[in-house]
């Protein structure tokens, strides 16, 4: 005989899609207290930038809980960041373990997505509206709740998390790069990335979310009808149009019971599927130039060049600054030689296509320039990552670059980040070369 275990999971039944703030509602009508949520969201150290609260709503005359996440002016305004900066916020926010790996797991696989559409690398996609602050809040709430809830862990470390088909929407919808068609092509890749069973509903509105689409097809164990539990409770969540069904998120809380011998047999077949579907992935990757476990890769880049020489040098390193704050890559000059004899210089900008439009109007805003060349172009490009040190002074970020794949990759460059160097230095008194010199050797003697 083997011993029964009762496993607590959740089933996500989505009738009219799902989205990050329809997860923080149906959550909080579970029983997770909105104040333990702004707690531990709070410790991301962006609670200056929204105001998260919840209120009871009808939807066809069914009650719900909406959650709102109401940006504060002048704190998100053109504010972008990518992946890295929101790993680096989820991964010193001291939050419970679990919460911070699925965090990370979803921004990951978002990013992924988003990259894939756009050709470029995961951690240079700007997350625009979709990682915003309400994205960071939606996300990471989520991942409290299931956390606070008790959903127990299959062997991937993943919450027991199952959900239903999803519907496919239709129309179109306003987005950071216009007017897109419903599902958007994030969605579509996420979709494609854990091949989700959809359907139509016949609603042509944009029902599932970037958002909503990243955390269950990161967190999900499988698609399709609720499986075998005893149910606990059900927790609804509402979006914010109305629809001609309830437009509501319902997690269905409750306990399976299965052996200890079948719940390992489950859990290597969980293992397996996800190896298989990642496996995949990756190879389509490949085949679009662009894939997130090989170095070096290639990208497409824009590169927008001018010449000016008639401008004061004071305003070129403003107009640098102001270039870097919308995304550009990268910003050079050189000294050239122009007509008349005048000495000027070549000012080039290289940047993805989705921030040439507003790095071409600063130039031209910000410069005394008449016109401007636009070049696209491929690079090869590292990856790399950031991790973190501790030294006997305090805290270095390292960028570790590497070429191969994950499973045999070779370590071509590791770099300390000089603004951790620096601020160390400037801390202790002490000569930058000599803090800088201690990461490296301290990296070193770790690996």
Request: charged share 20%; net charge negative.
């Given at each position: 005989?083997?011993?029964?275990i009762?496993?607590?999971?959740?089933?996500?039944?989505?009738?009219?899609?799902?989205?990050?703030?329809?997860?923080?509602?149906?959550?909080?009508?579970?029983?997770?207290?909105?104040?333990?949520?702004?707690?531990?969201?709070?410790?991301?150290?962006?609670?200056?930038?929204?105001?998260?609260?919840?209120?009871?709503?009808?939807?066809?005359?069914?009650?719900?809980?909406?959650?709102?996440?109401?940006?504060?002016?002048?704190?998100?305004?053109?504010?972008?960041r990518?992946?890295?900066?929101?790993?680096?916020?989820?991964?010193?926010?001291?939050?419970?373990?679990?919460?911070?790996?699925?965090?990370?797991?979803i921004?990951?696989?978002?990013?992924?997505?988003?990259?894939?559409?756009?050709?470029?690398?995961?951690?240079?996609?700007?997350?625009?509206?979709?990682?915003?602050?309400?994205?960071?809040?939606?996300?990471?709430?989520?991942?409290?709740?299931?956390?606070?809830?008790?959903?127990?862990?299959?062997?991937?470390?993943?919450?027991?998390?199952?959900?239903?088909?999803?519907?496919?929407?239709g129309?179109?919808?306003?987005?950071?790069?216009?007017?897109?068609?419903?599902?958007?092509?994030?969605?579509?890749?996420?979709?494609?990335?854990?091949?989700?069973?959809?359907?139509?509903?016949?609603?042509?509105?944009?029902?599932?979310?970037?958002?909503?689409?990243?955390?269950?097809?990161?967190?999900?164990?499988?698609?399709?009808?609720?499986?075998?539990?005893?149910?606990?409770?059900?927790?609804?969540?509402?979006?914010?149009?109305?629809f001609?069904?309830?437009?509501?998120?319902?997690?269905?809380l409750?306990?399976?019971?299965?052996?200890?011998?079948?719940?390992?047999?489950?859990?290597?077949?969980?293992?397996?599927?996800?190896t298989?579907?990642?496996?995949?992935?990756?190879?389509?990757?490949?085949?679009?130039?662009?894939?997130?476990?090989?170095?070096?890769?290639?990208?497409?880049?824009?590169?927008?060049?001018?010449?000016?020489?008639?401008?004061?040098?004071?305003?070129?390193?403003?107009?640098?600054?102001?270039?870097?704050?919308?995304?550009?890559v990268?910003?050079?000059?050189?000294?050239?030689?122009?007509?008349?004899?005048?000495?000027?210089?070549?000012?080039?900008?290289?940047?993805?296509?989705?921030?040439?439009?507003?790095?071409?109007?600063?130039?031209?805003?910000?410069?005394?320039?008449?016109?401007?060349?636009?070049?696209?172009?491929?690079?090869?490009?590292?990856?790399?990552?950031?991790?973190?040190?501790?030294?006997?002074?305090?805290?270095?970020?390292?960028?570790?670059?590497?070429?191969?794949?994950?499973?045999?990759k070779?370590?071509?460059?590791?770099?300390?980040?000089?603004?951790?160097?620096?601020?160390?230095?400037?801390?202790?008194?002490?000569?930058?070369?000599?803090?800088?010199?201690?990461?490296?050797?301290?990296?070193?003697?770790?690996?």
């Amino acid at each position: 005989m083997f011993d029964v275990i009762m496993s607590k999971i959740v089933y996500f039944q989505c009738p009219t899609g799902i989205s990050g703030d329809m997860c923080l509602g149906a959550l909080v009508n579970l029983g997770v207290s909105l104040e333990y949520l702004v707690e531990n969201l709070n410790k991301l150290g962006i609670e200056q930038e929204y105001k998260l609260w919840a209120e009871f709503v009808t939807r066809k005359s069914q009650q719900a809980v909406m959650v709102h996440v109401d940006l504060i002016k002048n704190h998100h305004h053109h504010h972008q960041r990518h992946l890295p900066e929101i790993e680096q916020i989820i991964q010193t926010a001291d939050l419970p373990p679990r919460v911070e790996a699925w965090s990370l797991a979803i921004f990951r696989q978002l990013a992924v997505a988003e990259g894939a559409v756009h050709g470029i690398s995961p951690e240079k996609v700007h997350f625009h509206e979709v990682g915003a602050v309400d994205a960071i809040v939606d996300v990471v709430g989520t991942c409290l709740g299931l956390d606070w809830l008790g959903i127990d862990s299959n062997s991937e470390g993943l919450p027991l998390l199952y959900c239903s088909k999803l519907p496919t929407g239709g129309g179109t919808v306003g987005a950071a790069h216009g007017i897109m068609a419903v599902p958007v092509p994030a969605v579509l890749k996420l979709w494609e990335m854990r091949k989700c069973p959809v359907y139509s509903n016949g609603i042509e509105k944009e029902l599932v979310t970037p958002t909503g689409a990243a955390i269950v097809t990161t967190l999900a164990t499988e698609f399709g009808s609720p499986p075998d539990m005893n149910l606990e409770k059900v927790g609804m969540g509402a979006g914010n149009k109305n629809f001609k069904i309830p437009n509501i998120l319902r997690i269905w809380l409750g306990e399976t019971a299965e052996s200890e011998n079948s719940k390992k047999d489950k859990n290597k077949g969980i293992k397996h599927k996800i190896t298989h579907e990642e496996t995949k992935h990756n190879s389509e990757l490949v085949n679009q130039q662009h894939q997130d476990s090989t170095s070096p890769y290639l990208e497409n880049i824009s590169v927008l060049e001018t010449q000016i020489d008639d401008i004061s040098p004071q305003a070129i390193g403003y107009i640098f600054e102001e270039l870097f704050a919308v995304g550009a890559v990268d910003v050079f000059t050189q000294a050239v030689g122009m007509k008349k004899n005048r000495p000027g210089v070549l000012l080039t900008v290289i940047c993805h296509s989705e921030q040439l439009t507003e790095c071409e109007t600063i130039l031209f805003r910000e410069t005394t320039t008449l016109g401007i060349r636009r070049f696209s172009q491929q690079r090869s490009v590292l990856q790399r990552e950031i991790q973190q040190l501790e030294t006997e002074y305090g805290k270095v970020r390292v960028k570790v670059a590497w070429i191969g794949t994950l499973q045999n990759k070779s370590i071509t460059n590791v770099h300390p980040e000089y603004a951790d160097c620096a601020e160390l230095a400037r801390k202790y008194n002490i000569p930058w070369q000599e803090i800088h010199r201690l990461a490296l050797q301290t990296w070193y003697s770790k690996n």
